[in-house]
């Protein structure tokens, strides 16, 4: 058992979300948790431990990166989603030098889901011992002890970026899916009613229901300007429903282009999502807030189409807010720097 897990076992729930809105089912490769199996942990000492540093930009994010690192004044710390997802791999975690699983961190996550905070803070992503996307559906067959090593990983990372990185800065949490778990975590670790919680300028943590009072102090934010809280939300087409209609009820639902109370947007309002060409496409959807989740229309795009049959829109959480998450980010960053001179 690691550390104070015990206190979160509440968030067992939130792990079985996933399974209905992913259809995780049993019908993985299946091989009993053993210790002996778990892959050696990371030494974030060294920078081959980090997917991201502020000294060490991929190609993928140095395109929407601000054009002088070295001067923006807040950190995003980043927790990417669970990549490791082949139903043939018997692993429970993922080891941190899997050379293709590190190109997809790279090339896919960061630069899909970390890239519209790069012009807010210096980027801090960490390559952890994810959890295989089994260990939500299997949790009590071993995916329990994955998300254990998981987050062991993380908040070591996040200990040794507060000791010889951040220098009193101010920081985002970023974070999608399996990240957003241990994004939980990590806040209720390091920030819940706690003194870090004064640079915390938002944490940005869609991709998993969470409720309004999983945290003490730290509450939903409701005004595009307000900081010191968390945003959350998950996307699906709208009109359908995951197989459990009730599993969003109760859960923060965050609107991501108005990022105030609204329930409803206009084709105007929407700033643009990030699709897989690099390009940007604004005004190219609606939302509705129902039922905890954010129902999308279908986005307006080139070959479209090909999308128009996805039900789940879990995997774009981020990107088909895009441009509206940049410009709310800076916002946030920009009132925190204001109010905190």
């Known amino acids: 058992m690691i550390g104070n897990f015990k206190k979160y076992t509440k968030l067992t729930s939130v792990f079985i979300m996933l399974v209905f809105f992913l259809s995780c089912k049993s019908s993985y490769q299946y091989q009993e948790f053993q210790q002996q199996n778990i892959p050696v942990g990371p030494d974030y000492s060294k920078e081959t431990s980090w997917a991201v540093l502020p000294n060490k930009y991929p190609q993928s994010l140095q395109k929407y990166a601000a054009k002088n690192v ?3 004044k807040a950190d995003v710390f980043y927790i990417y989603p669970t990549l490791l997802t082949d139903k043939k791999d018997t692993r429970w975690n993922a080891p941190i030098d899997d050379i293709k699983l590190n190109d997809v961190i790279v090339n896919g996550a960061v630069k899909n889901q970390a890239s519209p905070f790069a012009t807010s803070g210096k980027i801090y992503v960490p390559i ?50 399996q990240g957003t778990n241990h994004a939980t975590w990590l806040l209720k670790d390091f920030f819940d009613a706690k003194p870090l919680q004064k640079r915390l300028i938002a944490a940005y943590m869609p991709g998993m229901g969470i ?55 206009t084709l105007d309002q929407h700033k643009g999502f990030l699709y897989s060409n690099g390009r940007i496409y604004k005004k190219a959807l609606k939302i509705q ?8 229309t279908n986005p307006k795009f080139p070959m479209r189409f090909f999308i128009s049959f996805m039900k789940n829109y879990h995997i774009g959480d981020i990107n088909l807010f895009w441009l509206d998450i940049k410009e709310n980010v800076e916002l946030r960053t920009k009132t925190w720097l204001a109010n905190n001179n």
């Open 128 to 177: 952890y011992r994810q959890a295989h996307i089994k260990s939500y559906s299997l949790y009590t067959k071993g995916g329990k002890q994955a998300f254990e090593i998981a987050y062991k990983d993380v908040k070591a990372a996040f200990e040794y970026y507060l000791k010889n990185y951040n220098k009193g800065r101010p920081i985002i949490i970023a974070s999608h899916s």
């Open 289 to 296: 807030i129902v039922d905890g989740m954010v129902w999308s």
């Open 211 to 265: 409720k309004p009072i999983e945290f003490k102090t730290i509450k939903p934010m409701t005004k595009p300007t307000e900081t010191n809280g968390f945003v959350s939300w998950n996307t699906r087409k709208k009109g359908t429903y995951p197989k459990n209609k009730t599993v969003y009820n109760g859960a923060v639902t965050t609107n991501p282009i108005t990022w105030d109370e609204s329930v409803t947007t």
């Open 70 to 72: 070295a001067t923006l």
